[in-house]
């Protein structure tokens, strides 16, 4: 067998440290710098997490005031009342008295058929309006409190059509408003803070027996 001359003894030893280091890189330092990597990428997912989280404490007080504020302005935006037939009738009062308020003659109002778990209240009421009584009449509904949706408006003028002059239009509406359950007072509640109840069978609570 031929005897490697030094250049040839230089190249095996090279590769030779070379597979040693790949073995080295491979058994121990390339799993120590995956779990460096790893373990930084965890870091940055924590960080983020907390600075997520940071942002959210942070709007809790923003939250809070605005779910009181929704809570307080509740009345505007649906009807309190105890029941939805009671709803309803709220909602058909408000009919009737704009008919009083802007003029127009209500022949009928009625309730509609609402699903019970929609938590709405729905009329169709018939009315004889001119137009600014008309206009005034819708205006109200959406923009008063508390704020109704006017979901059909049916309008004939064959009253103006027959005469060629302005007249009193044949007007069909169907209103709907959303209703909340409003609480409600309990026989010999309290009527406020300091106020004694007048219920003659009210008694004080007895004192220790002498």
Request: aromatic fraction near 6%; avoid cysteine.
């Amino acid at each position: 067998m031929r005897r490697l001359s030094a250049r040839e003894r230089k190249l095996v030893a090279l590769a030779l440290l070379a597979a040693a280091l790949g073995i080295l890189w491979l058994g121990l330092v390339g799993p120590l710098a995956g779990g460096f990597a790893d373990r930084a990428e965890e870091r940055r997912a924590l960080l983020d997490t907390y600075r997520r989280n940071q942002h959210i404490l942070a709007g809790i007080p923003v939250w809070r005031a605005d779910a009181e504020q929704q809570k307080r302005t509740a009345g505007d935006f649906a009807l309190l009342e105890p029941s939805q037939t009671e709803a309803t009738e709220a909602l058909k009062s408000r009919i009737a008295g704009l008919a009083g308020e802007e003029g127009f003659t209500l022949k009928s109002v009625q309730d509609t058929e609402t699903d019970a778990q929609a938590k709405k209240a729905r009329v169709r009421a018939e009315l004889v309006a001119t137009l600014p009584e008309l206009y005034g009449s819708l205006r109200k509904l959406q923009n008063e409190e508390p704020y109704v949706s006017v979901e059909y408006v049916s309008i004939s003028a064959d009253r103006a059509f027959e005469s060629g002059h302005l007249a009193p239009m044949d007007v069909l509406i169907e209103v709907s408003a959303d209703w909340r359950l409003a609480a409600t007072r309990q026989p010999g509640a309290d009527a406020g803070p300091g106020l004694r109840s007048l219920d003659p069978d009210a008694r004080s609570p007895a004192g220790p027996a002498l």
